[in-house]
């Protein structure tokens, strides 16, 4: 499979990339890691006329903490999110997810900009930065704006993001030491997208929840923050019946497609399994 | 010919450098079994799945056949062609696969060779859910991959100079 022709643009600097993305309009398309749009562009259901590969820009690269967040450059792959001691150490969340993302091969050259922006809703990164309450740099003609993770999406592909803008960064706002975490995923095999998958991070204090966010990866054609089910269980100890009133307000906003990962009522129950095992993970893990 | 203009790419590949004028639109695989003629990279699922058309690249193991030559320009590649000893004798993966027949068709091997590389440099003594994990971007259709396992076992083994002592299944 061949893709089709395009004028190949190797910017060094944002300012160049946005530069070549507003001449060109929707005809331009960004290059990260690539292991979305490449197979689209074989496949012809995406055909730009210029790729802007964005991997000569340094600025953006690198994980750094900045007063109380995180900030991942957009071109940061998921190898090196898993590598990095200071995401060990501060959002230890960010490496199980990215663990369970593809495989290997496609993990040193996947980045996490690449796979909030794409607006894919099977990508697991967004449904985690809703969760975590991030928020995207992106610098467009105009300047640079900040967009929130639970603002971003709008429907399949479909996000805030402007053609001639491009995410330059996540930042992140660090949880509070000793915060429980867990994404649990479903999925047919190895590298596979999501059947249904779930984000959370609580702290906890006194054997209840004192905070809980909560997101849903690929039951919706966007990622779901889930805000109903983190006002249930917020205050709670997690007892049974609490998990299982903030299970059903989470399995109500889901919108499964039905597809080769199984028809939409079980994608919502497996939704609903996965909040409860990332939960009882979550609890477990969590210091008071 | 295409109006596109074509884009200069400078690879060392094997230990050889290399000079080509390529279209933007070519692949790394294509740019490496037709320009270079290193047919051990093979073309399988070409959608990032199947991960036969894995090299190394920069230390790193891509799949070929999701990116583009020009993405790859200043790299340093190696291929299966590139694997054995200097003096032409093989090198502990290759007789690893050998003596644990981890092979029986034969045409994932060279992405798995590639794969288990970069994976015992980052890794040296991995242990077998480790291998597991490690080679889940490349799928084999003969084995069910337990003796490619021990083929990885084995090689591990005598990179670390010790022997090991299982035999193939």
């Known amino acids: ?166 995410v330059t960064a996540v930042v992140i706002p660090v949880p509070p030491a000793g915060h429980g975490f ?68 989470a399995e109500a906003i889901t919108r499964p497609a039905s597809d080769g990962r199984g028809p939409a009522e079980y994608r919502t129950k497996m939704a609903g399994v996965m909040l409860r095992r990332a939960l009882a993970r979550a609890a477990e893990r969590a210091n008071g | 010919m295409s109006d596109i203009e074509q884009v200069p790419v400078t690879l060392t590949v094997n230990g050889k450098k290399v000079q080509r004028f390529v279209e933007p639109r070519t692949l790394l695989i294509h740019f490496l079994r037709e320009e270079l003629n290193l047919t051990g990279p093979h073309i399988g699922c070409e959608t990032s799945h199947c991960g036969v058309c894995t090299v190394e690249l920069n230390g790193m193991s891509v799949k070929s056949c999701t990116m583009f030559a ?23 993966l290759q007789e690893g696969f050998r003596q644990m027949h981890g092979l029986q068709c034969g045409f994932c091997t060279p992405g798995m060779i590639m794969r288990a590389h970069v994976l015992l440099k980052e890794n040296p003594d991995p242990t077998e859910q480790e291998i597991r994990m490690g080679i889940s971007g490349n799928l084999c259709r003969c084995t069910g991959y337990q003796n490619i396992v021990k083929a990885i076992q084995y090689a591990a083994a005598k990179l670390q100079g010790r022997d090991f002592q299982e035999a193939a299944e």
Do not use: W
């Open chain 1, 182 to 249: 867990a994404y649990e995923k479903l999925k047919r095999k190895v590298g596979d997208y999501a059947t249904a998958a779930a984000a959370v991070v609580l702290t906890m204090s006194g054997g209840s929840v004192s905070s809980c966010s909560v997101a849903l990866t690929n039951v919706g054609d966007t990622p779901l923050y889930a805000a109903e089910a983190c006002d249930i269980l917020t205050g709670s100890t997690l007892d049974a019946d609490t998990v299982n009133r903030a299970v059903a307000a």
């Open chain 2, 70 to 92: 020009a993405q790859a320009n200043g790299a340093e590649i190696t291929t299966i062609e590139g694997m054995a000893n200097e003096d032409g004798t093989l090198s502990a």
């Open chain 1, 1 to 166: 499979m061949i893709p089709g022709e395009f004028t190949y643009h190797r910017p060094s600097t944002v300012a160049e990339a946005v530069a070549i993305l507003a001449s060109h309009g929707d005809e331009a398309r960004p290059l990260a890691g690539g292991h979305s749009i490449i197979p689209m562009m074989k496949l012809r259901m995406a055909a730009p006329e210029h790729l802007i590969d964005l991997s000569g820009v340094a600025d953006l690269k690198g994980i750094r903490e900045e007063g109380g967040a995180i900030v991942i450059g957009a071109m940061t792959t998921q190898h090196e999110l898993i590598a990095s001691d200071l995401l060990a150490s501060k959002l230890p969340i960010i490496r199980e997810t990215s663990l369970l993302i593809a495989d290997p091969q496609i993990r040193y050259l996947g980045t996490i900009g690449g796979n909030v922006a794409n607006g894919d809703p099977g990508n697991d990164m967004p449904a985690l930065m809703q969760c975590l309450n991030a928020s995207y740099k992106v610098v467009g003609p105009n300047g640079e704006r900040e967009i929130a993770a639970r603002d971003f999406y709008e429907a399949a592909y479909f996000t805030a993001l402007a053609p001639e803008e491009l």
